[in-house]
């Protein structure tokens, strides 16, 4: 199976920060790696998908970048409502993955 | 509106077995590729099951051989046999639509149905 390493796994940020997300696989995945928003007691929610590609609705401070085993998902002015857990996930493998989650919480 | 209901889940003793629904519509479940997918209480998600449209499915290696994932086309349904429950299958388990590639992300999520293995 395809390991998804993601780092950090939390931090601590204002409002209007811009914050990096890293996740590493353990073998190429080409751009086959999206990245989604999860909300206490809500299901997830894509934000990024083919590694770089926005899903249509979601704001444009956003961003994703990467390819192969290394990806970063990018917030470049930190709103409210972006203070969520995020997690990457592998779709080129039939066996899909997720990596461990990145929880996003306020300073 | 796509909208995705799972049901089945409750509380179970371990080595015991349930079965989950996930009811469909707007959405063709025969014809999207449909997983499983199960966070346990406070930690990740962890993806479990797929069928595709062919019907062709795949299991994560922490379930294959106890779990089945099928569909009832006449019903619109997905459903997830779980055999010989673990106290670490406890979980909420949602079922979820993906794109097919290039694409390839999980688009329409239930809402979950939460399922707890305990003696």
């Known amino acids: 199976d395809i390991q998804m390493t993601q780092s950090p796994s939390s931090l601590s940020a204002s409002v209007g920060d811009r914050v990096t997300i890293t996740c590493r696989a353990s073998?190429?995945?080409?751009?086959?790696l999206n990245w989604y928003q999860q909300k206490p007691g809500k299901a997830p929610k894509v934000l990024i998908y083919?590694?770089?590609s926005l899903q249509s609705g979601v704001p444009s401070r956003f961003s994703g970048s990467g390819s192969g085993t290394d990806f970063t998902l990018t917030i470049s002015s930190l709103q409210p409502e972006d203070f969520a857990t995020y997690y990457c996930?592998?779709?080129?493998?039939?066996?899909?993955?997720f990596g461990g989650g990145t929880k996003v919480e306020i300073k | 509106e796509v909208q995705l209901v799972e049901s089945g889940g409750g509380l179970i003793q371990p080595g015991g077995s349930l079965r989950l629904s996930c009811a469909a519509s707007g959405l063709t479940v025969s014809s999207n590729y449909m997983s499983w997918v199960r966070q346990a209480p406070g930690k990740g998600l962890e993806w479990v099951s797929v069928i595709y449209s062919l019907g062709t499915t795949y299991y994560a290696d922490s379930v294959k051989g106890r779990f089945t994932i099928s569909r009832d086309n006449s019903k619109n349904t997905l459903y997830l046999q779980m055999n010989t429950l673990r106290a670490e299958d406890t979980a909420v388990y949602y079922c979820?639509?993906?794109?097919?590639?290039?694409?390839?992300?999980?688009?329409?999520w239930g809402q979950g149905t939460l399922v707890t293995v305990s003696s």
């Open positions: 979820a639509s993906e794109l097919p590639p290039p694409r390839a992300f999980f688009h329409y």
């Open positions: 073998q190429n995945v080409n751009n086959y």
């Open positions: 996930q592998q779709s080129y493998s039939t066996l899909r993955t």
């Open positions: 083919a590694a770089s």
